[in-house]
């Protein structure tokens, strides 16, 4: 997974998409690899990081 400003662009192009994309093409939009049960596992690991600190904040 990327880091920085590129990483930050490729993720709104994946948030902006939406529709009937198959989702292994939509998340080749944000360079994620949900190929194999690892990356999958791990994606799903990171956004869960980003709800919990977006869950802190709001508390």
């Known amino acids: 997974m990327q880091e920085g400003e590129s ?7 994946f ?3 939406g529709g009937p994309m198959a989702p292994l ?4 939009l ?3 690899d949900i ?3 690892r990356s999958l ?3 799903i ?3 869960g ?3 919990a600190n977006l869950e802190e904040l709001m508390a």
């Open 35 to 37: 190929s194999d049960a």
């Open 30 to 32: 944000a360079k994620i």
């Open 7 to 13: 990483a930050v662009e490729d993720w709104l192009v």
């Open 25 to 28: 093409d939509h998340a080749k």
């Open 49 to 51: 990081s980003i709800v």
């Open 41 to 43: 596992e791990r994606t």
């Open 15 to 17: 948030l902006s998409t």
């Open 45 to 47: 690991d990171f956004i």
